[in-house]
């Protein structure tokens, strides 16, 4: 079993940046492969970022390519998501993803554990 938390949402002014943590525990961080995922209100859950369980290959959503960056810390089982240049589309619920596979993807279907997820909300 896998728990993940996320945290560092908050309200920031469009162009500021944020950094998204997901603190992941039960297995080691390593042997699976992780993910950031948005719901925006009156919206399908998306996909953002994936990272493979290695941290060598990474997908980000083209509405986010060159602003977000993946990233993930073993030593800390943690997974981060840098927030660059952010506007009013990103406001949504982000959640931290993981599955049981070393291989990142990403469908939501292919995600075994999900954390509560954090709000962003960007101000125009």
Same mark, same amino acid.
């Given at each position: 079993?896998?728990?993940?938390?996320?945290?560092?949402?908050?309200?920031?002014?469009?162009?500021?940046?944020?950094?998204?943590?997901? /603190? /992941?525990?039960?297995?080691?961080?390593?042997?699976?492969?992780?993910?950031?995922?948005?719901?925006?209100?009156?919206?399908?859950?998306?996909?953002?970022?994936?990272?493979?369980?290695?941290?060598?290959?990474?997908?980000? /959503?083209?509405?986010?390519?060159?602003?977000?960056?993946?990233?993930?810390?073993?030593?800390?089982?943690?997974?981060?998501?840098?927030?660059?240049?952010?506007?009013?589309?990103?406001?949504?619920?982000?959640?931290?993803?993981?599955? /049981?596979?070393?291989?990142?993807?990403?469908?939501?279907?292919?995600?075994?554990?999900?954390?509560?997820?954090?709000?962003?909300?960007?101000?125009?």
């Amino acid at each position: 079993q896998v728990q993940l938390v996320e945290s560092g949402g908050g309200l920031v002014q469009a162009g500021g940046s944020l950094r998204l943590s997901c /603190a /992941a525990s039960g297995r080691t961080f390593g042997r699976y492969a992780m993910g950031w995922f948005r719901q925006a209100p009156g919206k399908e859950r998306e996909f953002v970022a994936a990272i493979s369980g290695s941290g060598a290959i990474t997908y980000y /959503a083209d509405s986010v390519k060159g602003r977000f960056t993946i990233s993930g810390d073993n030593a800390k089982n943690t997974m981060y998501l840098k927030m660059n240049s952010l506007n009013p589309e990103d406001t949504a619920v982000y959640y931290c993803a993981a599955r /049981a596979n070393v291989g990142a993807r990403i469908g939501l279907a292919e995600y075994d554990y999900w954390g509560q997820g954090t709000q962003v909300t960007v101000s125009s």
